[in-house]
């Protein structure tokens, strides 16, 4: 694998626990919209 392509893997994959925490956050205050932002 190149290396800029792991890197790119590893962007992709900080992103998305990114978007999950942002996600849980929003499940924890009750507001549900998150998955139309994930979507």
């Known amino acids: 694998m190149s ?3 792991s890197r790119c893997m ?3 994959a ?3 626990s990114f ?3 942002v996600c ?3 499940h ?3 507001l549900y919209g998150c ?3 994930r979507d």
């Open 28 to 30: 924890g205050l009750g």
């Open 10 to 12: 590893g962007a992709a």
């Open 3 to 5: 290396p800029i392509l």
């Open 19 to 21: 978007w999950e925490n």
């Open 24 to 26: 849980g956050v929003y």
């Open 35 to 37: 998955f139309l932002v």
């Open 14 to 16: 900080v992103a998305s």
